[in-house]
Structures are given as structure tokens and as C-alpha cells.
């Protein structure tokens, strides 16, 4: 079936600079996008969603870009800080006939440099 | 509570045993979600309920795996017959009181289990 995927396992960025990290998926007919948090040893938290009828959507520091044409999601975090360390993961959902509840990608790694 | 609870936080089983996971999703929460998370993978799919009804099953990866929802409240993923590449976290999610699939998840902590 078609999934969502992430470019980089990993992103190492030093303290107070801004990461992006990237999201590839392959359901065209995928409308409504998730970027979520995972610390180690918890459930995944929620950082910011996105519907298709959008390109961009802010929160607190963060930015989730969408890009339909090319089937990419980004999720930007402004000022990196220490607790912004953790695994990130896109999902998505399709409405009206795909699949109940959402799919995940792989997930990437954020490390904090100092 | 505040959010969705899963007991026990760890469980670790002998191949052959069975298991029950308990999931409180947040109260009012008409959908509840089961998955099964890989160590370094994403959560997988396993199952979904709306209220009572087990709506889609189609992510439960065998028929040793059996989940319900009796009161339309709190679930119970079960595992029988426990073999070593069931070993993973086990989330529950449960999401807005509208129902809808196509809304985020609110995420409790899992239970981890390894079986031996």
C-alpha cells in the first residue's frame, strides 16, 4: 500500500538554530497531514496539522509546509532548544474511504547540539 | 484523567503466554486506536472502534490478536499465544468526540512488552 516516508533518520543542528525536517509521501489522495513528537519512553505528542486545502500553517515555533505537487511535508522548529530533542514523525489520512486512523512514517531523529 | 492511560507500562511474557493490554482513552472520546510500534519504526495500524463497534480490524496482524470494547469506554487489546515478534510498544490513541478518523490522536504512553 502507499505510505509516508521521511528523507533522514537522523538531524544533528546546534542549539538556537532553526531544523526542518522533511516528509515524503505517496497517497495522492492523502488530505490531511500530522507532525508528531516522541520523547523516549512516551506516546507520541502532538505538535501541528495540516489540511490539504492549506500550504502553510504556524503554531509556537513551529511551521508545517505542504506542498501537494510534489508530495512533500516539512516541519519547521524556530530556535531549537534542548527539549525539542526527540524522534518526529509525519502521518497522514485520507477521508472518505481510506484507511481508518492515520499512517506513520519512519520517523527522524533530532538531536541537540549544544 | 486528562489523558489516555495504558496499564501496565511494561510487561514482559514467556513465548506461549497470553497477554491483556488495558487502554482509558479520555473521557468523551468516541474513537479509540490501537497500534503497535516497532523499536525505531513508526506506529503501525492494528485496529479501530467507534464507541462500542470495532469498526476496521484489518491491522491486527494475526488471529491471535483479539481487541474489544465492550462499554464503549475503556478496550482491551489481548495477545494469545505470545510469540517473540510480538514484542514491541503498544499504543492507544483516542481522538475528538465527533469520531471522525480524519482528526488528530491524543496518545497514551504504551505498554511495552517482550516476550522471552
Known amino acids: 500500500g502507499e505510505s509516508v516516508g521521511l528523507h533522514l533518520p537522523t538531524l544533528s543542528v546546534q542549539e538556537g538554530d532553526n531544523s526542518i525536517i522533511n516528509c515524503a509521501y505517496s497517497n495522492s489522495a492523502s488530505d490531511y497531514f500530522i507532525w508528531y513528537k516522541q520523547e523516549s519512553g512516551k506516546g507520541p505528542q502532538f505538535i501541528i496539522d495540516?489540511?490539504?486545502?492549506?500550504d502553510k500553517r504556524q503554531g509556537q515555533r513551529v511551521t508545517v509546509l505542504l506542498n501537494k505537487t510534489v508530495k512533500h511535508l516539512s516541519l519547521q522548529i524556530a530556535a531549537t532548544q534542548p527539549g525539542d530533542s526527540a524522534v518526529y514523525f509525519c502521518a497522514e489520512n485520507e477521508s472518505g474511504g481510506g484507511a481508518d486512523g492515520l499512517t506513520f512514517g519512519k520517523g527522524t531523529h533530532l538531536i541537540i547540539q549544544p | 484523567g486528562a489523558g489516555v492511560s495504558q496499564s501496565p507500562r511494561y510487561k514482559v511474557a514467556k513465548r506461549g503466554q497470553d497477554v491483556a493490554l488495558r487502554c482509558d482513552p479520555i473521557s468523551g472520546h468516541v474513537s479509540l486506536f490501537w497500534y503497535q510500534q516497532a523499536l525505531g519504526q513508526g506506529p503501525e495500524f492494528l485496529t479501530y472502534?467507534?464507541?462500542?463497534?470495532?469498526?476496521?480490524k484489518s491491522g491486527l496482524p494475526s488471529d491471535r490478536f483479539f481487541a474489544e470494547r465492550p462499554e464503549g469506554s475503556v478496550s482491551t487489546l489481548k495477545i494469545q499465544r505470545t510469540q517473540q515478534e510480538d514484542s514491541a510498544v503498544y499504543l492507544c490513541?483516542?481522538?475528538?468526540?465527533?469520531?471522525?478518523?480524519?482528526?488528530?490522536?491524543?496518545f497514551g504512553s504504551g505498554t511495552q512488552l517482550s516476550v522471552l
Open positions: 472502534f467507534q464507541n462500542e463497534a470495532q469498526l476496521d
Open positions: 490513541a483516542s481522538s475528538l468526540p465527533s469520531g471522525g478518523t480524519n482528526e488528530k490522536l491524543f
Open positions: 495540516i489540511r490539504s486545502n492549506m
